[in-house]
């Protein structure tokens, strides 16, 4: 019996490894709910809502402040107090982001900031932002789904040639593109977007789930931002949206 635990404990820690060496933030938040965090410092949430079912926002802590913007005609159909604002629909979940970021640049934020896209009634993204509230304000930046893995990121680079030249829909249902075209503009790739907003990449990001210390924010110029957000008006399915979500490591923490 005791060699049978000592394997399996064995194949649990090779396990263990082979996520950190592919995910390492996954596995740091997954550790973090040892000493879990959650409630103890204040969240501002910004949520990039089209026409998902926002019913999960009702289960978020108390200490947040809620931030919705919608890119539809439909009103969120959460019950709590939450601020709410109408967009034109361009740009992915990323403008919305940025656009938050602009307008209250100059305004007080709470400690941390949480950026969530409206579909994380998915359950994987449940559980992420479940690791995101659960190790709330112990990093300047936190995306569970956050890699430096060589493979990874190359795969990352076949992806988005396979979504230029087939096009990108949401797998979401209720958040799909009338057309799954993607919008090309400025940018044909990856590195031309990284050279010109001057980006390291060594980490990329998923998902568009990110925990920031709102402090991090300024670490750019609001100039940054703007430019960064006129690059995302082309059209809802903007290839530069899934070059942005790929850069929110280095656009926050200039690393």
């Not at 090779?14 to 997954?30: A, D, E, H, T």
């Not at 990108?168 to 907003?197: A, P, R």
């Not at 990449?201 to 100039?223: A, P, Q």
């Amino acid at each position: 019996m005791k060699v049978f635990l000592m394997r399996v404990l064995i194949v649990i820690i090779v396990l263990i490894l082979i996520v950190y060496s592919i995910f390492p933030y996954f596995i740091i938040n997954l550790f973090g709910l040892v000493n879990s965090t959650k409630n103890k410092e204040s969240i501002d949430v910004v949520i990039a809502h089209y026409k998902e079912d926002l019913k999960w926002v009702d289960n978020l802590p108390d200490n947040c402040r809620i931030f919705i913007y919608t890119k539809s005609d439909q009103k969120p159909n959460c019950k709590r107090q939450y601020f709410h604002e109408y967009l034109p629909n361009l740009g992915r979940c990323d403008a919305t982001y940025l656009y938050h970021v602009i307008k209250n640049y100059h305004q007080s934020h709470e400690e941390n900031i949480l950026f969530l896209p409206g579909s994380c009634d998915i359950f994987y993204k449940q559980f992420s932002l479940y690791l995101l509230l659960h190790n709330t304000g112990k990093h300047d930046f936190n995306n569970c789904i956050t890699t430096n893995n060589v493979i990874l990121k190359s795969i990352n680079d076949m992806r988005l040639k396979y979504f230029i030249k087939n096009g990108y829909c949401s797998s979401h249902k209720s958040n799909q593109h009338k057309d799954c075209t993607l919008i090309v503009s400025k940018f044909k790739n990856l590195n031309e977007f990284k050279q010109y907003f001057d980006l390291n990449l060594d980490y990329v990001t998923y998902w568009g789930m990110n925990m920031i210390k709102s402090k991090t924010i300024y670490n750019r110029s609001k100039e940054f931002y703007v430019q960064l957000y006129n690059t995302l008006n082309d059209g809802d399915n903007v290839l530069n949206g899934h070059f942005t979500e790929r850069s929110w490591y280095s656009i926050f923490t200039c690393r």
